[in-house]
């Protein structure tokens, strides 16, 4: 089974102070991606990755940052975090693209 | 621009069929997912449909209709484990990620 982990369920950050979300996939998949869901607006893509130290952005990458140095490794990174980035964060990958694998998610709270 | 469009919610009973529909627009189109995602879960993988017709999984079906650039998902025998969020995804492109729409919940009543 593919497993993907993600470094904390629930998060707690101040204003101004810079965040890591890491996630962790097991089964080699060249494809990684990072979303955040908040209700009603479903799954929006932040950034993506299709290889090692490759990265693009997604429909919403202002405010965020991403690396990715191993291949099983994705982190994304909130520079100076604000409290309209208080959401879910989701991390998933893929080796076919119509079928990506999520890890359990961040709950981040930004006060 | 892409969207896609999904119902908000649907509520159905226990034991009964239910369909989700879905219709996109899209500059490109390879093919259609679903996902399912209960309450605090993560989403999961039910199905992908690239060609026109029914593909069916068990208790679930999905169908793809490009011409109509419509699909839907179709859960039979409900059961109230089915209570969750179901979204459809397209992909535009071979190299472009999935674009999700917005997510329908389903209930499931007794």
């Known amino acids: 089974d593919v497993k993907v982990t993600q470094s904390s369920r629930y998060l707690v950050k101040r204003t101004g102070e810079k965040v890591f979300l890491e996630c962790v996939q097991d089964m080699d998949h060249e494809n990684m991606f990072w979303y955040r869901q908040d209700p009603g607006l479903g799954l929006r893509l932040i950034y993506f990755?299709?290889?090692?130290?490759?990265?693009e952005k997604g429909d919403i990458p202002e405010g965020y940052s991403v690396s990715r140095e191993k291949k099983e490794r994705f982190s994304l990174i909130l520079e100076s975090a604000s409290t309209n980035q208080t959401s879910m964060y989701l991390c998933?990958?893929?080796?076919?693209?119509?079928?990506?694998?999520f890890g359990p998610g961040t709950r981040l709270t930004v006060t | 621009g892409q969207s896609l469009e999904q119902p908000s919610e649907v509520t159905a009973v226990e034991g009964a069929i239910v369909q989700i529909n879905c219709t996109y627009q899209t500059s490109g189109f390879y093919g259609l997912s679903w996902y399912q995602q209960h309450d605090g879960g993560a989403p999961t993988f039910l199905s992908y449909?690239?060609?026109?017709g029914l593909e069916e999984t068990g208790r679930f079906s999905s169908f793809l209709s490009r011409s109509d650039s419509y699909g839907y998902l179709l859960l039979q025998e409900l059961q109230m484990k089915d209570s969750a969020s179901y979204f459809c995804?397209?992909?535009?492109?071979?190299?472009?990620?999935?674009?999700f729409g917005k997510g329908t919940r389903l209930s499931v009543i007794a």
């Open positions: 998933a990958s893929s080796l076919a693209n119509y079928e990506q694998y």
């Open positions: 449909n690239a060609l026109d």
């Open positions: 995804a397209v992909r535009d492109s071979g190299n472009t990620p999935l674009v």
């Open positions: 990755s299709y290889d090692v130290k490759m990265k």
